[in-house]
């Protein structure tokens, strides 16, 4: 097993400022015409924002106690690009808003779940909870990357954020871990964590579609319903490919890195490129 930090090293982690613009999101329906798949990535889109703010507060809050410089610098690095992923994914929130997904609802209503989930919460099990939904994010930006089939038909300027958001996941995936393992090591509190996230997740994700659907007055129709649960649960759906490396992060000696997938990243590099700023 590659115990070897490789994201860690702050070459690794590039920081895009990207511009999407997303004029060309006009279709209510516009992932491949299919409401529960469209108003799906809208709850993510709308997730994103509060979620990625909550990420960088958590592992900035020890910033002052690490005390490798590589890994002061992949924070400040995963800190600007979580920042750019909020700014491009509010900007896409606005746009799903007019189309009438409340996405910026969305962003509101995850804030406030965030809020009453810390209320409690040590900086420590703050961080816990960034690293195990840093770990879900990197596993799914592997599957998008892995399974472009399942995203065509995507309003174009959404899906090369999709990839861009994904590519950048993989970069930064090891940053919160290795944060919480040099402020606070407790592998068995953070698989706790992961218990209760990798149910909380899904289900918030899932509950909060059908919100969508409901407030946007969208019925579906049967083969709707089918191809998202094609999208889930077929052989090389998302759930079925997210099973083994969801298991892996409960080895006694998991890293983010064991599984090294830079190689995914560079076959991408160019797909986005046309939308940098800089
Ligand atoms: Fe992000
Ligand atoms: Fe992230």
């Not at 015409?33 to 703010?53: D, K, W």
């Not at 750019?84 to 962003?107: C, D, V, Y």
């Amino acid at each position: 097993m590659n115990t070897q930090a490789i994201t860690q090293n702050p070459a690794n982690i590039e920081v895009r400022r990207m511009d999407f613009g997303f004029d060309g999101l006009q279709e209510q329906d516009w992932f491949r015409g299919n409401p529960i798949l469209s108003a799906f990535m809208a709850v993510l889109s709308g997730t994103f924002p509060p979620g990625e703010q909550m990420f960088i507060q958590s592992v900035r809050y020890f910033k002052d106690r690490i005390t490798d410089p590589d890994l002061q610098e992949s924070v400040r690095l995963f800190t600007q690009q979580e920042a750019h992923h909020t700014h491009q994914h509010k900007q896409a929130n606005l746009r799903l808003e007019a189309l009438g997904w409340r996405a910026l609802e969305i962003e509101k209503r995850v804030e406030q779940a965030i809020r009453l989930l810390n209320r409690k919460r040590s900086p420590e099990g703050q961080l816990a909870m960034t690293v195990c939904l840093e770990h879900l994010t990197a596993i799914v930006a592997e599957f998008v990357l892995t399974h472009p089939e399942h995203f065509e038909g995507m309003q174009p300027s959404v899906r090369n954020m999709l990839v861009w958001h994904a590519i950048e996941e993989i970069e930064h995936k090891s940053v919160a871990f290795d944060v919480y393992m040099q402020v606070c090591g407790d592998r068995k509190a953070l698989r706790r964590m992961m218990n209760r996230m990798a149910v909380m997740f899904p289900l918030l994700t899932t509950l909060r579609t059908f919100y969508l659907l409901i407030r946007a007055r969208r019925l579906p129709r049967w083969k709707h319903l089918r191809e998202a649960r094609q999208m889930l649960t077929a052989e090389n759906g998302m759930l079925t490919c997210l099973k083994q490396p969801l298991k892996d992060f409960y080895h006694e000696d998991f890293h983010p890195d064991d599984h090294d997938n830079r190689g995914l990243v560079e076959t991408w590099k160019a797909e986005i490129e046309q939308y940098r700023l800089g």
